[in-house]
């Protein structure tokens, strides 16, 4: 089984969902909750015209499109990997969302497990991803990615594995208002 970010997302919120639905088999309902929404209008021509002058803000020299990458853990489509005019690469992803003010986890979750994917793949650092936000007029944030965030990212990987290889019932999250409205609640032992 090779991992997505919607995997890592879902551990992450609490890795009793990773039990609930990989060792148990019972199907999450609010799956939808958790995918990460991808910007349907990517081939908008204004959004199209935009692109370029994005890129040159950002000064990337080179962009590779719709990347299917994967590595011994994960697998992710990276809408652009560029490369920037420091010789290091970045994900950039477009988000069919307005911008909110703040980073949603979930997104910088998805930018993580992408900067590894790109690390493995093409062998250059990944200090930062771009997230472009097409229904606030393409706004563009800049999310710094060091080391520690892809060593996030690794560790819930490998936990998910652990608890799914070893049927290991993992810690419930330390967030309990999670639980009010959670599909689990109700076979979940706290
Ligand atoms: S009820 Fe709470 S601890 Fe249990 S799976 Fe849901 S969010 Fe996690």
Not at 27 to 47: A, I, S, T, W
Not at 74 to 92: K, S, W, Y
Request: net charge positive; aromatic share 14%; hydrophobic share 35%.
């Amino acid at each position: 089984m090779s991992l997505t970010p919607s995997h890592i997302i879902q551990y992450l919120y609490c890795p009793r969902f990773t039990y609930f639905e990989y060792v148990l088999g019972i199907p999450q309902f609010e799956e939808k909750d958790f995918k990460v929404k991808k910007g349907r209008e990517v081939h908008d021509n204004k959004l199209e015209q935009n692109k370029e002058y994005l890129r040159r803000r950002i000064g990337a020299v080179y962009k590779l499109q719709d990347q299917y990458l994967t590595n011994n853990s994960i697998r992710g489509q990276v809408d652009e990997v560029l490369t920037l005019n420091d010789g290091t690469m970045a994900p950039l992803d477009y988000k069919f969302a307005e911008y909110k003010d703040r980073i949603y986890e979930t997104y910088f979750t998805q930018l993580k497990c992408y900067a590894w994917l790109i690390r493995d793949n093409f062998g250059k650092e990944v200090e930062k991803g771009y997230l472009v936000y097409v229904r606030s007029n393409n706004k563009l944030i800049e999310v710094a990615l060091d080391k520690g965030a892809v060593e996030d990212v690794k560790k819930a990987a490998k936990e998910i594995y652990r608890i799914i290889g070893l049927n290991y019932y993992p810690k419930a999250t330390k967030y309990k208002a999670r639980c009010l409205n959670c599909t689990y609640r109700n076979i979940c032992v706290k």
